[in-house]
């Protein structure tokens, strides 16, 4: 399926929750309401034609000071289909950042969506095991995050080089 | 005398000895880089593994996000630094594909460019394959394999040194072709080694894949089936291993690997041996006849010889339009993507590597629940994980 059907298949499924699909001039990508995540996903899964079993990626997204939201990417294959599919999660950067995990539906999430909370502080709900994957785990702050600034000093050794 | 009745209910109600906790690594020399597990152990059996990882980190999403595209590309270089060539490629892929987007931005790679694309990243593959080999049968207790895998991955280096100037950290692949073009008589030693290496095959094959040993080591150890496999994310020879005919370069084919003619070597059971499909033997054994794959498209390559031409396009500027692109190439462990996100200016906004090594890794606690100890060691050295690559 092109991904302009399968963003009408999960409107008629899903109605509002399903916010926008835009041609990116790239990869068109399908904006989901992040409470609605985790149904959305499992219907992708299992439904028998669009069967997406493969979790390519999960990213996440922060564009600068301009724009006023986090963003979490996942990138979707179904192998035996043969379709992809960009779906993209809007945070607020107002208030602290929730999503629920998708750990259940592709276990390749576990430790995608660690990385994710450990660079953008991004927290995902249900998750069986949230904690830091890449940095120590009493480094302060969300180092992706663009208006990151590095420690002067962690644990008596200078941070900046 | 007998033990008394109580006591040998309370011995049938817990099974289980006191629970041991064995940090193993960061420097082992098994863990094939700088890995810690937390071993939960109960006598010789594990309970639980838990990989922890980032010793290695070395921020390169954050630092690319403050270079330009041409300059991101020696870092690529020092995540898989057994395969650097395929980073460079998958990286350059992907901003091509990108630039390719906008109307005349990109004029496409040059002939020449792309055969010697091939030509460079399956060479590295047989090395990057060898390494993966040799120290596979060290970590089982084999010690020769080893020096002959380093002997033979060496010439692979050499021409490597000829054609860039380096050995290990190449940045050689850039956008829009390669940086330099062939030394006087570089494809006769290209020809020179293949006609040597070939046979050799065969030799490690009678060395390891069929040593008794490094069977009972293997076989059957830790299977991983081709649907657990796509759950977690894991691709290349460990998704092979598992049976599934999957690979990017004939089923999603990018550059010019249409062109060429070779076969997807898969997992299997054998009775006899007492392998099963998706086992440490079956992953490890896909690995040694993708080299033979390997040879047969460099082999191609040189028959056709090298068309002339340039090996660069002419681009004005490396700068991809707004948008955005995920894009995956196959390297020697698996699918390597990225995911970039530009705003047309000559840096990235988001550059996201995705490692098939890290997502392999993830697997390993649920691979290794209830084995032995030393079955660890063959999982880890069967999964061929780079640690650069996992911690970026």
């Known amino acids: 399926m092109t991904p302009q059907e399968i963003y009408e298949n999960l409107k008629d499924k899903f109605g509002e929750s399903i916010v926008s699909f835009e041609e990116d001039i790239a990869d068109p990508f399908v904006t989901v309401a992040a409470k609605s995540l985790a149904d959305v996903a499992q219907y992708l899964a299992q439904d028998e034609a669009l069967a997406f079993d493969f979790l390519m990626c999960l990213s996440g997204v922060d564009l600068g000071a301009k724009d006023p939201n986090y963003y979490v990417v996942y990138h979707l294959y179904s192998m035996p289909r043969r379709h992809k599919l960009v779906l993209k999660i809007l945070l607020s950067k107002e208030e602290e950042p929730h999503v629920s995990t998708v750990e259940h539906i592709w276990r390749t999430a576990n430790w995608h969506e660690r990385e994710t909370y450990d660079l953008y502080g991004i927290i995902f709900d249900g998750h069986s095991d949230l904690r830091r994957i890449l940095l120590p785990d009493d480094w302060e702050g969300y180092p992706m995050r663009k208006d990151y600034t590095e420690p002067e000093f962690y644990r008596g050794m200078r941070v900046p080089y | ?392």
């Open chain 2, 1 to 392: 005398m007998a033990a008394p009745e109580q006591d040998s209910k309370i011995i049938e109600l817990k099974p289980f000895t006191d629970e041991m906790i064995v940090s193993m690594g960061p420097q082992h020399p098994s863990t094939h880089g700088v890995l810690r597990l937390e071993l939960k152990l109960d006598g010789e059996v594990v309970r639980d593994a838990i990989p922890h990882v980032g010793y290695l980190h070395r921020c390169f999403e954050k630092h690319s996000e403050n270079l330009n595209y041409q300059q991101i590309i020696p870092f690529t270089d020092r995540m898989d630094y057994i395969a650097a060539m395929n980073m460079n490629w998958g990286f350059c892929l992907a901003v091509e594909q990108l630039m390719a987007k906008e109307e005349g931005k990109f004029p496409g790679v040059p002939e020449r460019g792309e055969y010697l694309r091939i030509l460079i990243g399956e060479l590295n593959r047989i090395g990057s394959h060898l390494l993966s080999f040799g120290t596979y049968g060290m970590d089982i207790g084999a010690f020769t394999p080893f020096l002959y895998a380093f002997r033979d991955r060496e010439k692979i280096l050499l021409l490597f040194e000829k054609i860039c100037g380096a050995r290990l950290t190449y940045n050689y692949i850039r956008v829009g072709g390669v940086s330099r073009d062939t030394p006087p008589g570089f494809l006769d030693e290209v020809k020179e080694f293949i006609d040597y290496f070939e046979p050799q095959i065969d030799v490690y094959n009678s060395l390891l894949t069929a040593n008794r040993i490094f069977i009972e080591r293997t076989a059957n150890v830790a299977v991983m089936d081709a649907e657990m496999a796509i759950n977690y994310g894991i691709t290349g020879p460990n998704l092979r291993g598992a049976g599934l005919q999957w690979d990017l370069r004939k089923d999603e084919t990018y550059s010019i690997y249409d062109r060429f003619d070779f076969d997807v070597p898969v997992g299997r059971d054998i009775p006899e041996l007492g392998v099963v499909s998706g086992d440490c033997w079956n992953r490890y054994k896909v690995r040694m006849d993708e080299m033979k794959e390997s040879v047969r498209i460099i082999r191609q390559i040189l028959d056709s010889g090298l068309p002339d031409g340039p090996i660069q396009a002419e681009l004005k500027a490396v700068r991809p339009p707004k948008g955005e692109i995920f894009s995956r190439s196959e390297a020697p462990r698996g699918e390597l993507g990225f995911y970039i996100v530009s705003d047309g200016t000559p840096k990235p906004v988001r550059v996201k590597a995705k490692s098939p090594c890290f997502t392999a890794l993830s697997a390993l606690q649920e691979l290794s629940r209830g084995l032995m100890v030393a079955d660890i060691i063959a999982i880890i050295g069967s999964i061929d994980i780079v640690m650069g690559e996992v911690d970026r």
